[in-house]
């Protein structure tokens, strides 16, 4: 009996806490909740975080209002893996009714995400600060924006400037994943196009922190070595590759030639100055909005880096374009977000790295600065933009007959060894 | 096996490798050679992490899947340490210690209370593994750690056909025959070692003979785990710490044992031995699927020996 | 001896403490056929055997469910728990009645989900190749069960804490392949767009058809598990858990049934696979990647590995953590929260939630006559 009594009890609690939980209505009158997702859980947390603070600083320049609406942000935590992101992305949209969706951080999430989306037509989506092409070349989302460029964008006008120091024959060693695939593409567009050879490609699994194979694979007689490496990886490879007798100059992608590169010990040291890279941002640029940008980032947050990080840039642009299309429509959100969208597409502000626009199919137009590794009056190194490259579709500069005829980068694509 | 059984096996896996062998020295001899030296250096890596894991399976039949977990507490304690004091030596004797003394801990808080209950002891260790990766993750966050060993370690040695190579992998190999010569020689010269393979024979006759065996016991865990942490420190640097790196150490460990038998030093060092060359000749001469060309090795020893090559029944 | 009083021999589970009634004079009029086939008769001996008022109105609950719960609710929580609990509930038969913990079911399951994309659409169009939805999936079935088989053919060479070992390698080996392959796995991205097919009026994208569907999986798997423990087979698997040299001795061929155990158990992963695929609408080496391929070992742990119902308990209560312990506990230290409750379980009841629950029903209710509580797991 007692026992009967008990079952009875506990059974009634938890359909009564079941019950709580679903029926609590979703109070939004004056506050306009906006999802937002990066990855907080696992070894990207630390860039998820700055990616939060990019997201808040645009936030706190509109003073928390935007569209005549207090803001509130729902930060929600990925671990990476696009089947967590779509679920975070889905609880956000589905039990929280966010009306607009920013995020996620990288590049096989947001191609989750775009497809998500597709089954929400009546929110709006956009980016973070993922980075694959096929997120917006590929079955594209009418509802999905993309206001940052991607990782094949981000190395145009690399291989020209490859070209013009002299780097005839190069060796690829690159992660065999999405973006490394981008990345190689974006130097190869213009590189292969203008007579440059890479002459083999060597792509390593993903994880591989064991270089010495590749390394003994490298043939004598190139120019330099394209590393599109994570920056602590790349450590690892310069100090295997020193160690082994290596002497050629290396050209960094993106991601790698970040502070555990600049700051490297090894005894080649001096070697790496002139290391030219290309991405969508430099700590170095020279104009008083990045200065500005970065001038405000160090005041809002203590706990922050010494100079914000990528993410926490394209983040910025990203939650500045949704705050500004709500401003410009005066929060109107209705008819399927129509009047929004359009605001959206009509976007076009100066960043703190360049114009902000997208092209027609919602994805970023914008700047890739080419950067030399130069020694500072202190005796440290940095990342001195020399060249900058504007207005750089996803076409990568070919035309669009060339370019849907190459294809999106993948391991064999584009090729040019002979 | 017959005579002929023998002679068949022998010809139909060390013909192609012969024809291997021969094609790679022709096409590319130094290619060959530092795939070969590589091999032969992740393998001795291998081993040190290996041995402990072996070790602990052996006598007191724990599969310590936190293992994995212990290389990295050994190599971020050890990194800690050694950048307080600039001190590499030191930071390999903390990594060692940190490691030690936690593995202790382990087996007197924790296993001894389950004796008998393998599988409930390997479940708790999966726990373990889960909750230590978060909170080093926690505390040390998800960026790279690398060490910064003294300069003469460092450097690049000159060697025959293979021209330069890294003195320190060559450091390394070099550590791990000593380590495995000191493990032969505690486990054949002295008291201790006596004990501890009367106890992987025998359990119970080791306790009826009255030897304290949670104190062997002890002492072993705390050596096994040592040996990780040791480890952690060792290949922290040649390959930089990051969160990770403790399952790919732990699957590593598996296979090895896997491969040379559970509770057997040398079977840990063949299976090594076998596990890294099969490593490093996939990244050189087949980089796509080289990562599976392990795995591949492993199921095939287990369709010829379940047990392992040096296994011996439970 | 009959297989009813073996039945009776062996039975040391709830049906021994329920009282006997007698049986009805007709069959159920729910069967609509008039001849009193036998099998029938058996059946539904079986289920009023085995069905009392708690299992009455978990069902009637269950059914309700979508009901009163929001879509978000029906989807993210309860199917998916429904999907995973599957995928646990054939590890829970493989290492609860068969003691051989697999770590390779979700990597049967992950397979399985990657089949049906392979055979039947996606987005990578170059890949898929389009086949219609049913036989898509009997392929992918099929071909999973296959896969089973195979390592369980490879895990039963070896024994006991061995199995661990090797079905967690072959799981990592499976999907370093999935992940470096681009012809069939589609590589690091995986396939995308991978939907439940419509049948008739029904689309079973939406919440609560899919729901429904995972509920029905769940349900046959359930009682399907439950059935096969009472069977000679079963029987005999537990024996061999047990003893297997002395089952041996009596004559049982014991690597056959172990593997055929296996076999049996990649259906049910493989199914879970399926709905797993279908939930996400996509699936990507990531799917079956270590930690998940841990997660289900926790899952069916923490549930409690002793009963088939234990798999779904665990599910619930992982799939509830992992929506809402971001907004209880920091979020970023959610596996910590998930391992240290899982340790906590294997360390103070090593038979889960449920065996909490029986601790707690045994200290405050009346004794039961007979338990089925072991040492060990």
Not at chain 1, 166 to 195: H, N, T
Not at chain 2, 221 to 226: D, E, L, N, R
């Amino acid at each position: 009996m007692k026992v009967m009594k008990r079952r009875v009890w506990v059974r009634s609690l938890l359909a009564a806490a079941v019950a709580a939980a679903v029926v609590s209505p979703a109070w939004s009158q004056e506050t306009l909740k906006i999802g937002l997702l990066a990855t907080l859980e696992g070894p990207f947390a630390v860039p998820g975080q700055d990616s939060m603070r990019g997201a808040d600083l645009a936030l706190k320049e509109k003073n928390g209002m935007a569209g005549g609406k207090k803001i509130e942000f729902i930060k929600l935590s990925s671990d990476a893996t696009p089947d967590k992101a779509v679920a975070s992305t889905r609880k956000a949209v589905e039990q929280d009714k966010v009306p607009i969706m920013i995020g996620p951080l990288s590049g096989d999430e947001g191609i989750a995400v775009k497809n998500y989306a597709k089954t929400q037509p009546g929110v709006t989506f956009i980016n973070g600060s993922s980075g694959a092409q096929a997120t917006t070349l590929q079955d594209p989302a009418p509802n999905f924006y993309r206001f940052n460029t991607e990782g094949a964008q981000w190395m145009v006008g690399l291989g020209e400037h490859a070209l013009a120091k002299g780097y005839k024959k190069v060796f690829l060693i690159a992660e065999d994943y999405g973006f490394p695939y981008s990345q190689v593409q974006g130097f190869m567009a213009s590189y292969c196009a203008k007579g440059g050879k890479v002459v083999d490609k060597a792509w390593v699994p993903l994880g591989t922190k064991d270089y010495s194979s590749v390394i003994a694979r490298m043939p004598k007689d190139i120019d330099a070595v394209l590393v599109v490496l994570g920056g602590s990886d790349a450590v690892n490879f310069l100090t295997q590759y020193e160690q082994t007798g290596g002497n050629k100059p290396m050209i960094g992608g993106s991601i790698t030639v970040d502070q555990t590169v600049l700051n490297f010990k090894g005894k080649r040291r001096e070697s790496l100055l002139g290391t030219a890279s290309a991405g969508p941002m430099a700590d170095s640029i020279d104009t008083p909005e990045w200065k500005k940008f970065v001038a405000d980032y160090k005041a809002a947050f203590k706990d922050g880096f010494p100079s914000p990080s990528l993410f926490a840039y394209l983040y910025y642009i990203n939650t500045k374009a949704t705050l500004d299309a709500l401003d410009a429509v005066k929060g109107d959100l209705s008819n399927g977000h129509k009047a929004y969208r359009e605001a959206l597409q009509k976007t076009n502000f100066k960043g703190p790295a360049g114009t902000v626009k997208i092209d027609s199919n919602r994805n970023g137009v914008g700047p890739t600065y080419i950067t030399e590794v130069v020694k500072a009056s202190d005796g440290s190194f940095y990342n001195k933009v020399v060249k900058t490259v504007p207005d750089i579709s996803q076409t990568l500069g070919l035309s669009e007959t060339e370019f849907k005829k190459m294809g999106l980068g993948s391991r064999d694509v584009p090729d040019c060894r002979k | 096996m017959s005579r002929f059984a023998k002679w068949f096996w022998s010809l139909v896996i060390g013909g192609p490798l012969a024809i291997f062998i021969v094609w790679a020295i022709s096409e590319n001899p130094r290619l060959f050679f530092v795939t070969l030296l590589n091999g032969l250096t992740l393998a001795s890596l291998y081993f040190i992490v290996a041995a402990g894991f072996t070790l602990v399976f052996g006598l007191m039949r724990n599969v310590n899947l936190a293992h994995g977990s212990l290389y990295l507490l050994g190599a971020y304690s050890g990194w800690v340490v050694g950048d307080a004091t600039g001190s590499w030596l030191l930071a390999v004797a903390t990594g060692f210690a940190t490691a030690a003394v936690l593995g202790l801990l382990m087996q007197v808080l924790v296993f001894r209370w389950m004796q008998g209950q393998d599988l409930r002891q390997t479940l708790v260790t999966i726990g373990l593994s889960i909750v230590l990766a978060d909170v080093m993750l926690w505390i040390f966050g998800g960026e790279i750690y690398t060490f910064d060993p003294p300069s003469w370690i460092y450097g690049s040695t000159v060697l025959p056909v293979v021209e330069k190579y890294p003195t320190y992998r060559i450091v390394v190999l070099l550590v791990s025959l000593a380590i495995g010569l000191a493990l032969w020689w505690l486990l054949a010269r002295t008291r201790v070692g006596a004990m501890i393979r009367a106890g992987v024979d025998d359990r119970g006759m080791l306790a009826a003979s009255g030897v304290n065996v949670q104190l062997v016991f002890a002492l072993t865990f705390a050596i096994g785990a040592g040996l990780a942490g040791l480890a952690g420190v060792v290949g922290g640097t040649a390959l930089s710490i990051a969160p990770g790196e403790d399952t790919r150490y732990l699957l590593a460990s598996l296979m090895v044992v896997i491969v040379g038998g559970m509770g057997s030093v040398v079977g840990a060092a063949i299976g090594a031995l076998l596990i890294g060359l099969a490593e490093q000749f996939g990244l050189a001469y087949a980089p796509t699927y080289g990562v599976v060309f392990t795995f591949v090795i492993m199921v095939l020893a287990l369709a010829f020996r379940p047990r392992g090559i040096m296994g011996r029944a439970a | 001896m009959s297989a009813a009083d073996w039945r009776r021999a062996m039975n040391t589970g709830a049906a021994a403490r329920l009282p006997t009634r007698s049986l009805p004079t007709q069959p159920s009029v729910v069967v609509g056929s008039d001849q009193s086939a036998p099998t029938t008769v058996r059946w539904l001996e079986f289920l009023r055997r085995e069905l009392s008022v708690r299992h009455w109105v978990i069902l009637v609950g269950v059914l309700i469910y979508p009901f009163v719960a929001s879509p978000f609710f029906t989807y993210q929580i309860g199917a998916q728990a429904l999907a995973l609990g599957l995928i646990a509930l054939s590890l829970t038969l493989l290492a609860g009645y068969g003691g051989m913990v697999s770590l390779a079911q979700m990597t049967v399951a992950g397979l399985a989900g990657y089949l049906v994309a392979i055979f039947g659409h996606s987005a990578a169009t170059t890949i898929s190749f389009n086949w219609p939805w049913g036989v898509a999936v009997l392929f992918a079935l099929a071909l999973a069960v296959a896969f089973a088989t195979a390592v369980g053919w490879l895990s039963v060479r070896t024994e006991g804490i061995y199995t661990i070992m090797i079905t967690l390698a072959i799981g990592v080996a499976l999907f370093y392949f999935a992940q470096q392959n681009y012809t069939l796995f589609n590589g690091h991205q995986g396939f995308n767009q991978v939907f439940p097919p419509s049948v008739g009026d029904v689309d079973f994208r939406g919440p609560v058809p899919f729901y429904y569907l995972a509920l029905a999986c769940a349900l046959l798997g359930y009682f399907f598990v439950k059935h096969l423990v009472r069977t000679p087979f079963g029987v005999a698997l537990q024996g061999i858990r047990d003893n297997p040299r002395r089952m041996h001795a009596l004559g049982f061929n014991v690597t056959a049934h172990r593997v055929a155990a296996y076999a049996v158990a990649g259906l049910l992963a493989a199914v879970g696979g399926v709905l797993i695929t279908w939930y996400n609408n996509r699936i990507s080496p990531g799917s079956m990647g270590l930690g998940v391929m841990i997660n289900i070992l926790v899952i069916a742990v923490l549930g409690g590995i002793k009963h088939p119902i234990g798999a779904f308990v665990g599910a619930i209560v992982f799939v509830l953590l992992q929506n809402f312990a971001i907004d209880l506990v920091a979020r970023e230290r959610f596996n910590l929260v998930i391992g240290g409750v899982f340790l906590v379980i294997v360390l103070f009841s090593p038979d889960g939630l449920l065996g909490l629950w029986a601790m707690v029903r045994s200290r405050f209710g009346p004794q039961s006559p007979n338990t089925n509580q072991r040492r060990h797991p």
